[in-house]
C-alpha cells in the first residue's frame, strides 16, 4: 500500500468533509429563515457530522502539530490569503462587474490581515496565563481583542460581536 496516496486520500476527504460541513451549515440557516425547523436540525446535525469526519481525517494524516507549528502554518495561511489569493479575486470579481462577490472577498482580505496578525501575537505570547477574550464580527470576520462600538471593516454595530 502506498502510505503518500493514503495521506493525499486524507487530505482529499478533509476538503471534501470541511467544504459539506459549511454547505450544510448553509443550508440549515436558510431552512431556519424559511421556517423548515425540521430541515434545518437535520443540516446542522449533518453539518456537526461532517465537522467530526474532516478532523478525524487531517488528525489522521498528521497535519495536527505543536500549537507554535500550527500557529505558524495559521500565519502562512491567512498572509497567503490577504496579501495574494484575495487581491486576484477582488480584480477578477471588479473586471465581471460583481459587487456582491467584491464586496464578500474584501470583507475576508481585510479580515485574514486581522486573523495573521493575532495569530502572530499569540505565538509570540504563547507562554502567557491571563486569559485573552476575542470578539467575532458576524459579517465580516473580524476578529478584536476588545468588543469595538462598530466594526473597523464592514461597519457592523460592535453589541453584536460574539464574545470568546
Known sequence: MNENKTIDNLMEAFAGESQANRKYLAYSRKAEKDGKINAAKLFKAASDAETLHALKHFEVAGKVASTADNLKDAVAGETHEYKDMYPDFVKIAEAEGNKAAV??????????????????????????????????????????????????????????????
Open 103 to 164: 464586496t464578500s472577498f474584501m470583507y475576508a482580505m481585510k479580515a485574514e490581515e486581522v486573523h495573521a496578525k493575532l495569530y502572530e501575537e499569540a505565538l509570540e505570547n504563547l507562554d502567557q496565563t491571563e486569559e485573552v477574550f476575542y470578539y467575532l464580527c458576524p459579517v465580516c470576520g473580524n476578529i478584536e481583542k476588545a468588543r469595538p462600538d462598530k466594526c473597523s471593516i464592514c461597519g457592523v454595530p460592535g453589541d453584536k460581536f460574539i464574545k470568546y
